[in-house]
């Protein structure tokens, strides 16, 4: 999609964010620019999201050291969805260890949609990366407990230790999911089938769409994004809720496939590891920096929040967060 942002300066940075007044200038004009597009549609193949007013939009913008950057809904609740998918990634690697979540699970694109059964019958079974149903299924598959309610409890406890607060259940949304997921019960059979999933599928396939139908804000996602760029380390909270290791690995799965079959374009023009989830939100890690989260529920044909993206690429490229951009040593010295 276009993101409107030609007129925004590139900066290139490689050390820590600006003064917090220059943060706050910007988020505010990154808000006050999106705000201004009205493009996208709400999902509407999960009744209990097709009734989110589009004209919600939050902005929020958490440091390494806990500052907050707002603008906007940013203190808005809605679900999850497949933001869920890093972050529960992120607690099964700091389980089972880098090797095993790779040989089961994988971390290349599969270049087909988020939900594609082809994918994983081309690649004998194996589900490629977390960020599609497929790999997110054998991953809370693969989540140490010994019944289904318990692995459904380590995952909340989990995700809420990336946001520091205790999250709950959206029983709507998980009722009108459970409803219609038919799906990903077919995904899970089949990968029970391969061997990849070796408990229940119908136990996987509900823990599984508990984990997206948890309530965030745009504030949650932001401070569970920070928790990633900080190596693992709660900048609010102070705990450590996985390894260094680990939230490398997390983000480098976020970098190639977190947006699905548009990562590289995503990667191409904003440069940062980001996740989006079908009911309007959007999270992207900034190393050693912060966490970028936005909320609007207008998405495009790609199943990406509208003014999420083009919020994203204006404070990355004016806060001078894209990874791949630098400057030159040569003519700072001129």
């Not at 590139?10 to 493009?39: C, F, K, M, N, W």
């Not at 950057?69 to 992120?90: P, R, W």
């Not at 070796?198 to 996987?204: N, T």
């Not at 823990?207 to 900048?235: E, F, I, K, W």
């Amino acid at each position: 999609m276009e993101l409107d942002i030609a007129h925004v300066p590139q900066e290139a940075a490689t050390g820590p964010l600006p003064g917090d007044s220059r943060v706050d200038a910007l988020i505010e004009a990154a808000y006050a620019h999106a705000a201004t597009h009205h493009e996208g549609t709400v999902a509407d193949y999960i009744p209990a999201l097709a009734t989110a007013d589009p004209a919600q939009f939050g902005l929020s913008l958490v440091d390494v050291h806990g500052g907050t950057h707002e603008a906007g809904d940013a203190a808005a609740l809605f679900s999850i969805q497949s933001i869920s998918k890093a972050f529960v990634y992120a607690l099964l690697c700091d389980a089972v260890g880098h090797e095993a979540a790779l040989a089961t699970v994988g971390v290349n694109n599969t270049g087909l949609a988020f939900n594609s059964v082809v994918a994983i019958e081309l690649n004998g079974g194996h589900p490629r990366n977390p960020m599609v149903n497929a790999g997110a299924l054998a991953t809370t598959a693969l989540i140490p407990a010994a019944s289904p309610e318990r692995r459904w409890l380590t995952i909340q406890h989990g995700l809420s230790r990336f946001a520091g607060r205790a999250l709950e259940l959206d029983d709507a949304v998980y009722a009108s999911e459970m409803a219609a997921n038919q799906r990903n019960a077919a995904i899970a059979q089949l990968l029970e089938s391969y061997g990849r999933i070796r408990v229940d599928p119908a136990g996987v396939v509900d823990v599984y769409t508990r984990q997206c139908s948890l309530l965030v804000s745009a504030h949650d996602l932001a401070v569970m994004g920070a928790t990633l760029a900080d190596g693992g380390v709660n900048p609010v909270t102070g705990e450590r809720v996985v390894s260094a290791e680990v939230a490398r690995d997390t983000l480098a799965v976020m970098s190639a496939s977190g947006m699905y079959e548009n990562s590289g374009e995503w990667l191409f023009e904003i440069g940062l590891p980001g996740k989006s989830g079908v009911a309007g939100g959007i999270v992207c890690v900034a190393p050693g920096k912060g966490g970028i989260a936005t909320f609007s529920p207008p998405l495009d044909a790609a199943g990406n929040s509208v003014r999420g993206q083009i919020a994203t690429a204006y404070l990355s490229r004016a806060l001078g967060l894209n990874l791949f951009a630098s400057s030159s040593h040569f003519a700072q010295k001129e």
